[in-house]
Each structure stands twice: as structure tokens, then as C-alpha cells.
């Protein structure tokens, strides 16, 4: 497609389940990155991962957050156990070098809610 | 603290009138500074990008100015619509943080019929 694609769009859990949330960048974006946006808040930095090299994890807020992103393309999320301040709106970017300037191009996030 | 301070939170004004939104940040050096506009249940939009060395850039009804001497930075919406309803947020691209972006905290933009 021609965005950024995040499913689900909406996703309700209870507490001390694992989510799983996707991302699909747009085909040739080298870079990916998630955002966590909680309520009136600003968007926080998860992890971002460049080609090949090893992702830039430093924004996970805890051992309870892993990421992969598998053939350099759509990534996952995982959160495990989810507790109720994990509920947020998870934005995912992915990113091209165009023009001697960093292109971002966001989808619309999947809205977690842990009940 | 954080490194990127916008203001006001929150602003309504009456559809057809202008405004302005604040931006100061404290990080440096940085590549360079952009504007977004996210509406509800969407994900953020680009509406401006400027590298340090430029002191204005206009998008139709949007004009961002940065001031890198001061490290501030305004975003001004002329005649706005309703459809202008949404937060706009100040993002830094830093040089020295691989590229990622540092957000600001948002202004929540209402305009009224």
C-alpha cells in the first residue's frame, strides 16, 4: 500500500495478557520506528531499527516490551503480561532518506486499552 | 524537563481567524526542526520541515518560522477552517540520536463555526 499500515486499529485486553501489535511500513522505508502516545500526552520513543544493524531499544520502559522486525520489513510489537498504564496509542513510522532529508511517514496507530 | 516545550496546551478560536503556536526546544544541534499536524485517531502529518539555517517556510495557510539563535520556533495558521481542528506538534531531529525524533508535547487546536 502506498501508508503505513498498523493492525488493529483498536485493541482491548485484560490485564496480564500478551498483545501483539503489527506494523507495514512502506515498501524501501529503511527505518522503522514505534511511538507510545498515552493520553494528552506527547509521543514517547519505543525502539527504532535501521537496515541491518541492531535496533536502538533504549526507549522500551520495560523487560515487558520486545520488538522484531523480521526481513527488514513489517515489524511486531509484543507486549507481555499488559498492565493498565501500558494503555496508549501505538504509533509505528517508517523512514527513507530522500533529498537530503528524512522522510517519516506515520500510520494511524493501534489504540490499546488494558482492562 | 522536556527537551521540546510548546504552548499553549490547548487554544479555540473562532473559524476564519489567525493564530500562532510556540515552540521552544533545548536540544542542539540538530538537523532539523518540523511541524506536524495530527488529527483525532490518526497518526501525526508533516506540514513544514526546516533545517537550521532557514528562517521561514510556508505550506498554504501554515507558516513555520525558527529563530535557531534563540531556539524557538512558531507555527502560524492564517483563516483557519475547521478542519484545522487538531494538535500540532513541534518535533526536533537530532544529529546525534540516530535520527530519531524528539516530540513536543502538542497544542490542541479547536476552531469554532
Known amino acids: 500500500g502506498a501508508g503505513v499500515s498498523q493492525s488493529p486499529s483498536n485493541k482491548v485486553t485484560e490485564k496480564g495478557k500478551d498483545v501483539e501489535l503489527r506494523c507495514d511500513p512502506i515498501s524501501g522505508h529503511t527505518a522503522l520506528y514505534w511511538y507510545r502516545q498515552s493520553l494528552g500526552q506527547g509521543l514517547e520513543f519505543l525502539i527504532y531499527?535501521?537496515?541491518?544493524?541492531?535496533?536502538?531499544k533504549s526507549g522500551l520502559p520495560s523487560d515487558r516490551f520486545s520488538a522484531e522486525r523480521t526481513g527488514g520489513s513489517v515489524s511486531t510489537l509484543t507486549i507481555q503480561r499488559t498492565q493498565q498504564e501500558d494503555s496508549a496509542v501505538y504509533l509505528c513510522?517508517?523512514?527513507?532518506?530522500?533529498?537530503?532529508?528524512?522522510?517519516?511517514?506515520f500510520g494511524s496507530g493501534t489504540r490499546l486499552t488494558v482492562v | 524537563k522536556n527537551q521540546v516545550e510548546q504552548s499553549p496546551q490547548s487554544l479555540i478560536i473562532l473559524e476564519g481567524k489567525n493564530c500562532t503556536l510556540q515552540c521552544n526546544y533545548t536540544v542542539s544541534p540538530f538537523s532539523n526542526l518540523r511541524w506536524y499536524k495530527q488529527d483525532t485517531g490518526r497518526g501525526p502529518v508533516s506540514l513544514t520541515i526546516m533545517t537550521f539555517s532557514e528562517n521561514t517556510k510556508s505550506n498554504g495557510r501554515y507558516t513555520a518560522t525558527l529563530d535557531a539563535d534563540t531556539k524557538q520556533s512558531s507555527l502560524h495558521i492564517t483563516a483557519s477552517q475547521l478542519s484545522d481542528s487538531a494538535s500540532y506538534i513541534c518535533v526536533v531531529l537530532l544529529k546525534a540520536a540516530g535520527n530519531k525524533l524528539t516530540f513536543g508535547g502538542g497544542t490542541r487546536v479547536l476552531v469554532k463555526p
Open positions: 513510522a517508517s523512514s527513507v532518506y530522500r533529498g537530503q532529508m528524512y522522510g517519516y511517514t
Open positions: 531499527f535501521q537496515g541491518n544493524s541492531a535496533p536502538d
